[in-house]
C-alpha cells in the first residue's frame, strides 16, 4: 500500500487540508436563521422519564413506581399500537423488510403500529408473541434493526428468513455504538446503544422489552454471561477503575485499575463469570515501540488482578475468551501506520503472545466450539471477511468488500456452518447484515440497517 | 472551547455558565448570546466533516436548534461547550446519512470528479487529494480528525466531548489518521 502513496500524511497537511475544508467563517444570516427557529420551537422540560434512565440506586418503592410506570407506558402503547394499526396498516407490514430477499417469511404476531411514546427512550410496545416456535428460538439470532423512527427488535432465522418479532424502542440518533448481545441461557438479550445512555433486555420468553436505567459509561458495556451483571470502565479523578452493576443500577463492585493505567473501553467476561478482561497502556505513546500494552483479569468476587500479558511491540485492542477459557484472542487495534497490528491471540495459563495474521485485522469472533475465528480485513485490496483455524491455519477468505465501510463484524451460527457480518457504508451507520456459508459462496444480504447476535 | 465569557462585551458580564442557566430556563435572548458566540466556530466544525457550506448550515442550525430543545435536561451548564460539540457531531452523522440516499444527485460529486487541471499546483493538489480522502471516511473518523487536527482538542478533551474514556478516545483517534492513510493510498491507486 505504501508504494502507491502520493505523499507523506503529516499532522501540517491534515490540518491544511481541514482549514481549508472549514472555511474563513459562517455565513451571515446564520444567527438569526437559527433564532427564527429557535422562537418556534417549545423546550422539553424535565420529566419523571429520565429520572428512571438514571444511574441511581433503586429502592423497593423506587422499583414499584418504575414497574407501574413502565406498566402503564405498556398498556398505553399496546391499546394505541392496537387502535392504529388497525386503522393504517396491518401488521405484516412491519415484519417484511426484504420480501425479496428472505424467502417465505412466517411473520409472527407483532406489535401492529408505532404509536407515539412519552419520551424518546421510552418503550413503545410490548408484545407477547408466545414464541413456541423452538426451531427459530433455538438457532436464531437476535437483531436490532433501525427503521423509520423506531427499533425493531426480533429474533431471526436468517437461512430461513422467519422471524419473530419482540418489541420496540424509540430511535434516538444515527450514532454509532449500538449492540446487541444473548445471554447464554438465550433466555434474554441485551441492547446497549452507548452514545444514547440505552440498555434494554428482551426477555424472549415473555416477548417484552424492558428499559435499564443503568447511565452511561461512555464507553461500551459489557453483559455477564449469565445476563445478572455489566462490566465498565470508569474514570475519574482518581483514575480507572472496572465498575460491576447490577440491572436494578447498583454498583456491586468497584476495582481500581493500576494506576496511570489508560484502560481501553473494550473488556470481556470470561465465560464462567470469574472475571473480567481489561486491556491498556501504561506507558501510552504515541512513538512506536515506547508503549507498553497490558491485559489484566479482574475477578468479580473481589481477588487481586492478575496481569495475563503484556508486550511492546503491538496494542492490544478487542479482547475475546475462548469457549474453554485457555485462549483469549484479540485485534491489534490502535495501530499506526504501517500498520503491523493483526489478530493474536495470548495462551492464558503463562500468557504467551502469538501473532495469527499480520494486517489490519479486526473483530475477531469464535466460533461457538472454540476451533475457528472469523475476522474482518480492512486494508486495501484484501478487505473482507475471513476465517481460519484457533491456530491461525487453513486461512480462507470469505468475501470481499464492495464498500469503503468495508465487511465488518463476522459472527458464527451456532453449528458453525454460516457467518453474518456487516457491509459497511462509507458514510457509517450500523450496517446491512449479509450470511455466507462458512466454507465460501455468495454473500446474501439478510437485513438492512442492523446488528445482531447470534 | 475558550470560556465564552472572554468573548462577551459590556460592562455587567454574565458567565457563560450563567448564560446557560438563564437560556435553560427558556430565556431566548441568552440563548441568542450562546449562538452568537458559538457559531462561526460551531460552523467551522460542520464545514469540515461536511465539506460544502449548504449541508454544514443545515447541520449548525439542526444543532443548536437541537441544544435550545434539550437544554433543560443538561444537568450541569458548565459542560455546555463539550454537551454542544457532541450534538454538533450527531448532527453531522446524520446529515451524511441522509446524503446517502441522493448521492447519485449530488452536484459535489460532479465537481469532485472533474480533473483539478494543469494549473494547480503540487501543493493545492496535495491537499485536493488528502481532502478528497477524508471524503471516504466515515462521520465518526471525519469527526475525530476534525475535533483534534482543526479544533486543536487534545484527547482528553475529545474524550470529554464524546463521553469516551481518554484510553479510547486515543485509539480511535488512531484509528483515524490509519484510516485516512489507508484512504489517501487508494486516492493515490485511483489517480494512477
Keep these: 500500500m505504501t508504494s502507491t502513496m502520493p505523499f507523506d500524511l503529516t499532522d501540517a497537511a491534515i490540518e491544511r487540508m481541514l482549514a481549508e475544508r472549514a472555511g474563513p467563517s ?44 413502565a406498566v402503564t407506558i405498556a398498556l398505553l402503547a399496546v391499546a394505541a399500537g392496537i387502535i392504529v394499526g388497525a386503522l393504517l396498516r396491518p401488521p405484516t407490514q412491519r415484519l417484511d423488510p426484504n420480501p425479496a430477499v428472505v424467502p417465505t417469511p412466517a411473520v409472527t404476531a407483532a406489535p401492529s403500529a408505532t404509536p407515539k411514546p412519552t419520551d424518546s427512550h421510552a418503550p413503545i410496545a410490548t408484545i ?42 424509540q430511535k434516538t440518533s444515527e450514532s454509532q455504538g449500538q449492540h446487541i448481545q444473548w445471554a447464554t441461557d438465550r433466555k434474554r438479550a441485551f441492547v446497549f446503544a452507548s452514545s444514547d445512555s440505552v440498555q434494554a433486555i428482551l426477555d424472549i420468553e415473555q416477548g417484552t422489552v424492558e ?99 503484556n508486550w511492546t511491540t503491538g496494542s492490544f485492542g478487542w479482547l475475546g475468551w475462548s469457549p474453554d477459557m485457555t485462549t483469549i484472542v484479540f485485534s491489534g487495534l490502535g495501530c499506526s501506520e504501517p500498520c503491523t497490528g493483526g489478530i493474536g491471540t495470548i495462551r492464558v495459563r503463562d500468557g504467551l503472545v502469538t501473532g495469527l495474521t499480520n494486517a489490519a485485522d479486526r473483530s475477531p469472533a469464535w466460533s461457538h466450539d472454540g476451533r475457528r475465528i472469523a475476522f474482518a480485513r480492512d486494508s486495501g485490496t484484501g478487505r473482507g471477511i475471513y476465517v481460519m483455524d484457533a491456530d491461525g491455519g487453513n486461512l480462507a477468505r470469505l468475501t470481499s468488500a464492495v464498500t469503503d465501510g468495508g465487511d465488518r463484524s463476522p459472527l458464527w451460527s451456532p453449528d458453525g456452518a454460516w457467518v453474518v457480518f456487516s457491509r459497511v457504508a462509507p458514510d457509517g451507520g450500523l450496517g446491512d447484515l449479509y450470511v455466507v456459508s462458512s466454507t465460501g459462496g455468495e454473500p446474501r444480504l439478510i437485513e438492512q440497517n442492523a446488528v445482531a447476535d447470534w | ?70 437544554l433543560p435536561r443538561l444537568r450541569d451548564p458548565e459542560t455546555f461547550d463539550a454537551w454542544l460539540r457532541r450534538i454538533l457531531v450527531n448532527a453531522c452523522r446524520t446529515q451524511l446519512r441522509g446524503r446517502r440516499r441522493v448521492h447519485e ?34 462521520a465518526d473518523k471525519r469527526s475525530l480528525l476534525v475535533l483534534h487536527y482543526l479544533d486543536q482538542d487534545p484527547v482528553a478533551r475529545i474524550a470529554e466531548t464524546l463521553g469516551i474514556p481518554v484510553g ?25
Excluded at chain 2, 480511535?172 to 485511483?190: N, P
Design chain 1, 26 to 69: 459562517a455565513p451571515g444570516g446564520l444567527v438569526s436563521g437559527i433564532m427564527a427557529a429557535v422562537e418556534a420551537t417549545p423546550q422539553r422540560r424535565r420529566s419523571w422519564i429520565p429520572r428512571v434512565l438514571a444511574p441511581q440506586p433503586r429502592s423497593t418503592g423506587g422499583r414499584a413506581l418504575l414497574i407501574a410506570a
Design chain 1, 128 to 169: 407477547t408473541p408466545s414464541p413456541s416456535d423452538s426451531s427459530i428460538v433455538n438457532g436464531a439470532m437476535v437483531v436490532y434493526q433501525f427503521r423509520d423512527t423506531v427499533v425493531d427488535l426480533y429474533l431471526l432465522d436468517p437461512i430461513t428468513g422467519r422471524k419473530i418479532m419482540i418489541g420496540n424502542l
Design chain 1, 211 to 309: 428499559l435499564l436505567g443503568l447511565g452511561s459509561s461512555g464507553g461500551r458495556d459489557a453483559v455477564s454471561p449469565a445476563g445478572d451483571l455489566v462490566a465498565r470502565v470508569e474514570e475519574d479523578t482518581d483514575g480507572s477503575s472496572l465498575s460491576i452493576i447490577d440491572l436494578d443500577g447498583n454498583e456491586v463492585r468497584r476495582t481500581p485499575l493500576p494506576a496511570g493505567l489508560q484502560a481501553f473501553s473494550e473488556v470481556a467476561w470470561a465465560p464462567d463469570g470469574s472475571s473480567v478482561l481489561v486491556s491498556g497502556c501504561l506507558p501510552c505513546s504515541e512513538t512506536a515501540g515506547q508503549q507498553h500494552d497490558h491485559v489484566f483479569a479482574v475477578p468479580t468476587d473481589g481477588g487481586a488482578i492478575r496481569e495475563v500479558a
Design chain 2, 1 to 70: 472551547m475558550e470560556p465564552m465569557a472572554a468573548t462577551v462585551a459590556g460592562p455587567a458580564v454574565a458567565s457563560q455558565t450563567e448564560v446557560v442557566r438563564l437560556a435553560a430556563r427558556g430565556d431566548t435572548a441568552a440563548f441568542e448570546q450562546l449562538v452568537a458566540a458559538q457559531a462561526d466556530r460551531a460552523f467551522r466544525i460542520t464545514r469540515a466533516i461536511l465539506g460544502n457550506d449548504a449541508d454544514a448550515r443545515d447541520a449548525t442550525q439542526d444543532a443548536f436548534l437541537s441544544a435550545w430543545r434539550e
Design chain 2, 105 to 138: 444527485i449530488s452536484l459535489d460529486v460532479t465537481l469532485d470528479r472533474r480533473d483539478p487541471g494543469p494549473t494547480v499546483s503540487d501543493h493545492v493538489g496535495d491537499t485536493d487529494l488528502l481532502a478528497r480522502a477524508f471524503e471516504r471516511l466515515d
Design chain 2, 168 to 192: 479510547t478516545a486515543k485509539w480511535r483517534l488512531s484509528e483515524a489518521r490509519a484510516a485516512l492513510h489507508r484512504a489517501l493510498a487508494a486516492e493515490g491507486e485511483a489517480r494512477r
